[in-house]
């Protein structure tokens, strides 16, 4: 695999730990905050199946959106939101970097998911897709300004989006500015992966299983940056 942003993470080359779809709420970083923590420990909370990227939601509809999420198709839930026209995004004290739907733009700006490893309930190691750096994002703000409302609720800062004109935004921006999301790292391996369009297959065969597949695999040499196969 090419362009996989992996030069910084030799873990990724080793056996994971297996993985049922279980998730300890424990085991969430305190970096995406109390809410995500909360979410999943509600006793009807819907969980996403993904080893490092699982959704959570509640709610009528939360069941059906999260439960397309699978290891490899990991933004699948925005699929079905980008069909739903009051839907938002909401930022809770927290910036663009930590904003999950960034990552589903660059999908559809073109950009592949970086491909990382588990094991299913066979002990068989899977292929998973997970989002890249996302320590440039908040670049794009200037360009969503128009877009965004702002509320406090005591000391907390909201900043909230219409989801759909979000995605269609940020998608656009990223295709035509690549270098907008690149991260203050100069030496980055994910940003540098991403920007060139992300990983694809040295073996042709691998890229033609792949896009059968799975409907969200960019064709190599149709997107930005993505090479050819030959």
């Known amino acids: 695999i090419r362009q996989n942003g992996d030069d910084d993470r030799p873990d990724n080359i080793k056996i994971p730990q297996s993985y049922k779809g279980d998730i300890d709420p424990e085991d969430i ?3 995406m905050g109390i809410v995500a923590r909360r979410l999943a ?3 009807e909370s819907h ?3 993904h ?3 699982a959704f959570a ?5 939360a069941e059906r959106i999260i439960k397309t999420q699978t290891p490899w198709n990991v933004y699948t839930p925005y699929d079905i939101l980008m069909d739903v026209k009051k839907a938002k995004i909401v930022l809770i004290d927290v910036e663009l970097n930590k904003a999950t739907p960034v990552h589903y733009a660059e999908m559809q700006a073109g950009r592949n998911p970086f491909i990382r490893w ?3 309930n066979n002990h068989e190691v899977r292929p998973m897709r997970v989002g890249g750096c996302s320590d440039g994002f908040e670049n794009c703000r200037p360009y969503l300004k128009d877009l965004e409302s702002l509320c406090h609720a005591g ?3 909201w900043r909230i989006y219409p989801f759909q004109a979000f995605i269609n935004r940020l998608s656009n921006i990223i295709r035509d500015i690549p270098e907008i999301t690149r991260c203050e790292k100069p030496t980055c391996p994910r940003c540098r992966d991403c920007i060139a369009g992300g990983p694809y297959f ?3 065969f691998l890229n033609t299983h792949l896009m059968k597949t799975s409907h969200s695999f960019c064709k190599p040499g149709k997107t930005m940056g993505i090479k050819s196969s030959k």
């Open 155 to 157: 000391l907390s800062s």
């Open 202 to 204: 040295s073996f042709p």
């Open 118 to 120: 588990y094991k299913d």
């Open 41 to 43: 420990k509600r006793a």
């Open 57 to 61: 939601g509640i709610g009528p509809e």
């Open 47 to 49: 969980i996403g199946f």
């Open 29 to 31: 970083s305190p970096q």
């Open 51 to 53: 080893p490092e990227n």
